[in-house]
């Protein structure tokens, strides 16, 4: 038995951090990325698949609505072969592949894509809208050179844009030397290219941002939001995020960037009053986050409707609550001031205290 749990499936109703029997999971997100084809729509999500002892087996990234794999089984079936591990758990690889292949359904295995899907126009990364590439790396977060555990795994397998495999002989040891801190061939090798993934166009910007050449950065996608996502959800920024951002935003300012940068600042008041930001999955949390931080608890109930995370929706309820008791507080103060009761007025003054800095420590 096999189970799955993705995360951060913008879709309202699917499914997002449960752990899902692998063929429930199978359809719903193979009905997903049918329909995120349909309207042209691409955006990523993590997903991991547990045995039935609830023990991690896989990790990966899903692309809904890119035109690679029809479905999660076909990527499956393709990127787990390649992945370099230890002899001794070469045993787990194939009792994985093995439980794949007794799971699915035989329409799964032979699922394509139409001719036309098959052989997408070579500037279709670019044309993309907007809002639908900030899905990709929004939700996605991810860096090319940091992928957990499978990174070289990933590295030398990524989706090329010119049907030529990564992991040929000629793109593999670029991939690897890039492990190493040797970007610059990888680098010149990509400039090249007439199309680019996702994967390596977050490669590239990266590189850019660290050498501080936020004009080239900008350059690969047209868009300087999509740099200030790609600073915002990398982990090759984490240490010095803020200072990264507030330098880009210095040369390429975006009111996606100036939200960003004030929720870094914890500015909450300014963050939300920014108008036309485009709001992927962490930008919605980040905003809900700035409501709670602000006590305002109409506005965090309206913004957590748009999330999944169960934890903030669980805040915003603490917050709900706990404002109810604080107004009940006050209006019981207000009547014991009038009758001039001091002990009942301090014990209201303590219990008032008392929730306040409960609702001030929810974050």
């Given at each position: 038995m096999l189970f799955v749990r993705f995360t951060d499936v913008p879709k309202e109703g699917f499914p997002n951090y449960e752990r899902l029997p692998y063929e429930e999971a199978l359809l719903l997100s193979t009905q997903v990325h049918q329909e995120a084809q349909q309207a042209n729509e691409r955006f990523a999500s993590e997903f991991r698949i547990f045995d039935d002892a609830d023990q991690l087996v896989y990790k990966g990234t899903f692309q809904f609505g890119d035109t690679t794999y029809p479905n999660l089984y076909l990527q499956l079936k393709d990127r787990i072969p390649r992945i370099r591990i230890r002899k001794e758990d070469a045993t787990k690889k194939i009792l994985l592949l093995e439980n794949l292949e007794r799971l699915t359904p035989e329409s799964y295995k032979t699922m394509t894509t139409s001719a036309t899907q098959q052989h997408p126009d070579a500037t279709h990364v670019s044309r993309l809208r907007r809002g639908q590439r900030r899905l990709v790396y929004g939700v996605s977060g991810v860096s090319l050179l940091l992928f957990g555990t499978l990174s070289v795994v990933q590295?030398?397998?990524?989706?090329?844009?010119?049907?030529?495999?990564?992991?040929?002989?000629?793109?593999?040891?670029?991939?690897?030397?890039?492990?190493?801190?040797?970007?610059?061939?990888?680098?010149?090798?990509?400039?090249?290219?007439?199309?680019?993934?996702?994967?390596?166009?977050?490669?590239?910007?990266?590189?850019?941002?660290?050498?501080q050449d936020y004009d080239q950065a900008v350059a690969v996608t047209n868009d300087p939001i999509d740099v200030e996502t790609i600073i915002m959800q990398s982990k090759p920024f984490a240490t010095d995020r803020q200072e990264t951002l507030q330098a880009f935003q210095a040369v390429h300012p975006t009111n996606e960037g100036a939200f960003d940068l004030a929720i870094l600042q914890k500015d909450y008041k300014r963050a939300v009053s920014i108008?036309?930001?485009?709001m992927t999955t962490a930008r919605k949390e980040?905003?809900?986050?700035?409501?709670?931080?602000?006590?305002?608890?109409?506005?965090?109930?309206?913004?957590?409707?748009?999330?999944?995370?169960?934890?903030?929706?669980?805040?915003?309820?603490?917050?709900?609550?706990?404002?109810?008791?604080?107004?009940?507080?006050?209006?019981?103060?207000?009547?014991?001031?009038?009758?001039t009761d001091k002990?009942?007025?301090?014990?209201l003054n303590e219990s008032l205290e008392a929730k306040q800095r409960q609702a001030s420590s929810l974050l």
């Open positions: 590295l030398v397998q990524p989706d090329s844009p010119s049907g030529v495999q990564a992991a040929t002989s000629d793109w593999q040891p670029l991939y690897e030397a890039a492990l190493t801190g040797e970007t610059e061939p990888l680098m010149q090798r990509l400039e090249k290219q007439k199309s680019l993934s996702n994967e390596q166009q977050q490669f590239l910007i990266t590189q850019y941002v660290e050498k108008p036309d930001v485009e980040a905003k809900t986050r700035a409501y709670i931080a602000l006590k305002d608890v109409t506005k965090a109930q309206e913004s957590v409707k748009l999330i999944q995370d169960e934890q903030l929706k669980q805040q915003v309820g603490t917050l709900v609550q706990l404002d109810e008791e604080i107004q009940a507080l006050e209006n019981q103060k207000r009547q014991l001031s009038e009758k002990k009942e007025l301090e014990k």
